[in-house]
């Protein structure tokens, strides 16, 4: 099923399909903000966005049926959490009794029932970003945008969230686009990764295939990977390594040894490059003392090498 | 004022922009125009013609409204020009001339224009009051003159000529009483000995008098012949009353004139004579507080229990107040700022 | 796609969420409207005063200005005006620092009793002045005149212009850049000169432009406390018109003030800069429900402090208003039932009439006001200028203007009309109102109003169900005003000629006050605090529709 097309910035084209989660990635200032703003019609840009068959951008914004999730939430201030919720879908003129059965349901799948009359500035960070959602999802938008909804949260609520996002939006059905410029967050919340560099459309994958293989060294080094060469990639997870007492060009010299999420990161120097490479990054589930002698190998099935440039 | 449209602009507002009988009259006048109720509505029932009264501002303000709608005039009749003001009012042709009925009746003292374009209708005083009690050892002034004494100009205060009403009489009460060239050299000593000059009545009657309220501290003030009967009848229960120092009086004679430019000259006119009648004439010591013209009104016993008969009052002739007024005040502002 | 549209950014201030929702065509027509407006109200009858009094004039030119004294009162003019303007902020901040961030009981009541004086007729804020002033021996001898006592009444009189202005802007402010600076290691007193006082600008400036305007055209102040040697243009333009009828030099003085107050609302417009939305969402803020001893003992100095200030001329009247002869008692209130000997109707008769006026010029006022900010805000050539234009009336002398409509408006016999003195408020009025929501609207969340579109409102909903309610504070704050300028109006509406349903509470204290008698002057003393109390009830009345949780929907 063809979903939608959007073209925006630099002629970036993407399709999603119904259903479909997808998390636009990329530093500040690459163009993710635009993007979903484009979407909306918040701003005005050349192209065309279609949803579900129909164009809809030459739409003004209010009839786009669009859900939106701001990244400090926007909430009204003037209205209660139950009068946040209901704004959408009163705008479709549903009826009293129906729009408080939506905002009840609503609230119970954000695990906010009984928040109903609470002014929003008396909500917590998560309280106001679970409002947010349950508002953005009320009218079922045919397509939800969270920009950075997370933004602003510390790292394990973040992580928290951002599973039950993930979570919520399997359960209720949403084609959503998602931005952030945290990886881990892109990959527990969508099936597939938009990675954005200065405005253009750079990698479009799930998040193992582009970890694994992404289309170029830039993109490699977004990802976080340190093992790359403008030819090739070496995850670090993708070297054996072990001491040893033997003096071959081959081996190299632990530099560093950091525990980090739950595995040693281990810096090696290489006594001869590898592909160019005078250091190489490793991780490994146990330690090597600074000074070591050690022997490298990386598995030839992961090691990555990028197609040459057209 | 010709036919008149019917504008609706809310409820509230009606009032003054309605109304299409002819007969209806316009008396402009100043906001100290106080009538009983009902006095104008006899009027009516004798008549036929409804009077509606507006009001804009003081007598100078009244003035100035006539001089600058000269011909096309806010109302029909003004009331309240007084023989301060008359001059600029007659320079400016703002009156047409009318010779009221019963006129025979006033004396001829008030009677400021040949040509007969205003009619005298009341006539007050600005006079100089004091609290004999409150002098100190100080003696009580016996006429103006006595004001220059170091004991009792440092107890005087008065107004500004240029901002009162009654600063302005009280100036022009002095060069009547001094002349061209004396009146300088008596102010000149006020001022050396300490008199306070205020820019309006109400600060230097109830600031700085001792009998005003609150009240301050000085025992004299440039007032009206009218204070002591305020006092009597508005002061309470033991009313603390002013005396007069009667050689300071200068004489303010309030006039009627029909505006040029009206198209009801004839109304107009019965409505100043009306004004001019005895009965209404009885009405004006305790609605206005000043003295009717007409010989043939009744004055009542309430407003002459308080009141000082003023016999030998100052006066300037209007032309001469027209033709000297603004180098008086000037020369007046230059003396002090010296 | 042929061109890139990389680039597409929303920049701040150039197209705010909210200029877009209103929309070209629509802002562009509210301006002209509202110039229109100010065209017929103010340019017609100023210009209609100047010819007049120049063709009356005629060739009775006896006295003109000199250029060095015309020099003298406009320098005079500009500087006390200004000192007031720099003392009124100095008296008002604090205030509006505590009702900003503090939320207490009778917060509204402090915020709205600071109004009070406004309501007073400035003569009789002035005679109350000079009085306090005279009974803790300042000596006035009347003819050198104070610029003390000049400035104490101003600052008296305006200090709940920027209590409103800037403390209605000061509580939607988001906190959290003062705390970001606080945390960097500001003082206090850094933050506050840092971080608070720049982002106050819009407030400050538009509050700033209110009271100067106020005070360059202040009239009563300036003839009482003045002296004998302290002229202004205004009181200038009265003693030529009226005292001295010397209407060539009046009408001459009427073109240069309004070339003045043309110059200076257009500084005021250059200063106010297109200073964009304060950014971050409000609803962020959050007050503590209880304060700590040291909160308590800081807002209650500033509270008493302040309100003493302010209302002592007002505490001065209504011991006043209480005395009797045997003692104490409200005989002065029910006096004001009856009809006084020096007056036409009854004080209580003359009240009513001042609140039906001052609804009338609060609604003309507050609706041509919400046109005039909603059309200013966008960033055109032709909003500057009604940005200008609206602070205009406040300049202007109410002799031009009250003449001006005697000799402009003849037709259809609208001179003795009282919809001349609704207009005459409303025009006082209508700065009030723009001062209060222009920089509001400036401050709108564009996130908040984006959201409200995204979630499917048209523009026309999201203007009425998001963007009035935030900024329904501020819309009645600048009604309040307009209303309380109005109760205590008597500038141009002054020289009008009116019939007696049109007769006022403040034209009622005058005729009381001008005459001796104990009874007059208690009556007085109880209208004015009638009158105080009026403006307090009344706008705690209006305020009430402040409080709209959850009542968003229509």
């Known amino acids: 099923m063809r979903f939608g097309s959007v073209e925006v910035l630099e002629r970036v084209s993407l399709e999603l399909a119904g259903g479909e989660v997808a998390a636009v990635l990329g530093p500040s200032g690459s163009g993710k903000t635009t993007l ?118 510390d790292r394990r609520l973040r992580d928290e969230l951002a599973a039950e996002l993930q979570q919520l939006l399997r359960v209720t059905g949403t084609t959503a686009l998602y931005v952030t410029h945290d990886q881990d967050e892109a990959a527990i919340i969508a099936d597939r990764l938009l990675i954005f560099e200065s405005g253009r459309l750079v990698a479009d994958g799930s998040p193992a295939t582009l970890w694994l293989r992404p289309p170029d060294a830039a993109v490699a080094r977004f990802l976080g990977h340190r093992n790359v060469t403008d030819s090739i990639l070496i995850p670090a997870t993708a070297v054996d390594i072990e001491p040893t007492t033997a003096s071959s060009p081959r081996d190299g010299e632990v530099e560093r040894c950091r525990f980090v999420d739950g595995a040693f990161q281990i810096t090696v120097a290489l006594g001869e490059p590898i592909e160019g490479l005078g250091w190489l990054w490793v991780r490994s589930g146990s330690g090597i003392e600074p000074g070591s002698k050690v022997t490298v190998r990386p598995n030839p099935e992961l090691v990555h090498r990028f197609s040459p440039p057209m | 004022m010709g036919p008149k449209l019917c504008i609706l602009v809310g409820a509230a507002m009606l009032a003054a922009s309605c109304g299409g009988e002819p007969d209806t009259i316009v008396l402009l006048t100043h906001e100290s125009f106080v009538l009983p109720n009902g006095t104008l509505d006899t009027f009516t029932q004798d008549t036929g013609i409804t009077v509606e009264v507006v009001q804009g501002g003081d007598a100078g303000t009244i003035v100035a409204n006539a001089i600058a709608t000269a011909g096309d005039p806010v ?35 008030v009677k400021l224009d040949e040509q007969k374009r205003v009619t005298p209708i009341d006539s007050g005083y600005v006079c100089v009051n004091f609290r004999p009690d409150a002098l100190g050892d100080a003696s009580p002034p016996q006429s103006l003159d006595d004001l220059r004494r170091p004991e009792l100009a440092a107890r005087f205060v008065t107004q500004n000529p240029e901002s009162s009403t009654p600063g302005l009489a009280f100036l022009f009460a002095t060069i009547a009483e001094f002349g061209e060239d004396g009146w300088q050299d008596f102010w000149r000593d006020l001022r050396d000995n300490g008199v306070v000059i205020t820019a309006g009545w109400s600060e230097a009657y109830n600031n700085y008098y001792v009998g005003g309220d609150p009240g301050g501290e000085r025992a004299i003030v440039n007032s009206y012949a009218s204070s002591p009967v305020f006092e009597g009848l508005f002061g309470g229960e033991e009313p603390m009353v002013s005396s007069i120092l009667a050689e300071s009086c200068f004489e303010q004679i309030e006039f009627a004139g029909i505006l040029a430019g009206t198209d009801a000259e004839e109304n107009a006119g019965r409505l100043i004579e009306y004004l001019l009648s005895p009965p209404v004439q009885s009405e004006i010591p305790l609605s206005m507080f000043v003295e009717p013209v007409n010989q043939r009104a009744v004055i009542p016993e309430e407003f002459t229990r308080y009141a000082t008969p003023i016999v030998a009052p100052l006066a300037l002739d209007p032309a001469v107040i027209g033709a000297n007024q603004a180098r008086w005040t000037q020369e007046w502002l230059e003396l002090f700022r010296e | ?144 005149g104070s610029l003390p006592a000049i400035l104490i009444a101003h600052v008296v009189f305006n200090v709940a212009v920027v209590v409103r202005v800037v403390g209605v802007y000061w509580r939607a402010m988001d906190r959290r850049p003062n705390e970001a600076a606080a945390v960097l290691g500001s003082t206090p007193l850094s933050v506050f000169w840092r971080v608070t006082l720049p982002r106050l600008r819009p407030a400050l400036v538009a509050a700033s432009a209110v009271v100067f305007l106020f005070t360059f055209t202040s009239f009563g102040v300036i003839v009482i406390l003045g002296g004998l040697s302290r002229s ?27 070339v003045a107050v043309g110059g200076l609302a257009y500084l005021n417009q250059r200063l106010q800069g297109r200073v964009g939305a304060s950014g971050g969402s409000p609803a962020r803020r959050r007050w503590s429900q209880t304060m700590s001893w040291q909160q308590v003992l800081h807002a209650g100095t500033v509270i008493v402090i302040t309100l003493g200030f302010l209302l002592s001329p007002f505490a001065l009247l209504a011991w006043r208003s209480v005395r009797v002869d045997s003692g104490f008692g409200l005989d002065h209130y029910a006096a004001l039932a009856l009809r006084p000997a020096v007056l036409p109707i009854s004080p209580a008769r003359a009240v009513v009439h001042s609140v039906v006026f001052a609804a009338a010029a609060a609604i003309v006022a507050t609706v041509i006001g919400v046109a005039a900010s909603v059309s200013a805000q966008v960033s055109s050539r032709l909003a500057r200028i009604v940005e200008t234009a609206v602070l205009v009336p406040l300049g202007i002398s109410a002799v031009t203007l009250g003449f001006g409509y005697l000799v402009g408006f003849t037709f259809l016999e609208l001179r003795r009309s009282p919809v001349l003195v609704v207009v005459a408020h409303a025009v006082i009025g209508l700065p009030f109102v723009v001062a209060a929501l222009l920089p509001a609207i400036r401050s709108l969340d564009n996130g908040v109003l984006d959201a409200g579109v995204v979630l499917g409102a048209t523009p026309a909903h999201v203007l009425r169900r998001i963007a009035l309610p935030l900024l329904r504070p501020a819309i009645l704050a ?25 007769f006022t509470a403040p034209q009622a204290v005058f005729g009381l006050l001008g005459q001796p008698g104990a009874d007059f002057q208690g009556q007085a003393a109880a209208l004015c605090i009638v009158l105080g109390l009026l403006v307090v009830l009344v706008v705690l009345l209006i305020d009430r529709g402040r409080s709209t949780l959850g009542r968003g929907w229509l």
């Open chain 1, 36 to 153: 979903l703003r484009s979407i909306a019609g918040l701003i005005r840009s050349e192209g065309s966005v279609w949803l579900g068959g129909r164009s809809i951008g030459d739409l003004p914004t209010h009839e786009r049926g669009l859900g939106l999730m701001f990244q400090d939430h926007a909430l009204f201030p003037h209205l209660d959490v139950a009068h946040n919720v209901a704004f959408g879908v009163r705008e479709l003129g549903w009826s009293a009794a129906d729009v408080s059965d939506r905002v009840e349901e609503l609230l119970d799948l954000v695990e906010l029932a009984g928040f109903e009359r609470r002014r929003v500035d008396e909500l917590s960070g998560g309280e106001a970003q679970r409002v947010a959602l349950a508002r953005a999802l009320a009218p079922r938008p045919a397509l939800l945008m969270l920009d950075e909804p997370l933004g602003a949260l």
């Open chain 2, 75 to 109: 109302g029909d009749v003004l009331f309240g020009v007084d023989n301060l003001l008359l001059q600029r009012a007659l320079d400016a042709d703002v009156f047409v001339a009318h010779t009221a009925e019963g006129l025979d009746d006033v004396p001829d003292r």
């Open chain 3, 1 to 144: 796609m042929a061109r890139t549209v990389q680039g597409v950014t929303d920049p701040p201030g150039e197209s705010s969420a909210f200029g877009r929702l209103v929309g070209d065509r629509v802002s562009r027509g509210l301006g002209i409207a509202v110039l229109a407006f100010i065209a017929i109200t103010v340019a017609y009858p100023a210009l209609a005063m100047v010819r007049r009094f120049l063709k009356v004039a005629g060739e009775r030119n006896a006295e003109t200005l000199s250029f060095g004294s015309t020099v003298d009162i406009v320098g005079f003019t500009i500087t006390q005006a200004a000192l007031s303007t720099l003392l009124t902020l100095a008296a008002g901040l604090p205030l509006a620092h505590v009702l900003a961030e503090y939320s207490f009981r009778g917060r509204r009541v402090v915020e709205v009793a600071t109004l009070v004086p406004f309501v007073l007729p400035t003569v009789v804020v002035a005679i109350a002045v000079q009085r306090a002033l005279i009974s803790v021996g300042m000596n006035f001898d009347g003819i050198d």
């Open chain 3, 232 to 258: 202004t243009i205004e009181t200038e333009i009265y003693r030529y018109a009226i005292t001295r009828n010397d209407f060539s030099a009046a009408a001459l003085l009427a073109v240069v003030q309004a």
């Open chain 3, 478 to 502: 600048g009604a309040g005003f307009a209303a309380a300028v109005s109760l205590g109006e008597f500038g141009a509406s002054g020289f009008l000629a009116r019939g007696r349903s049109s």
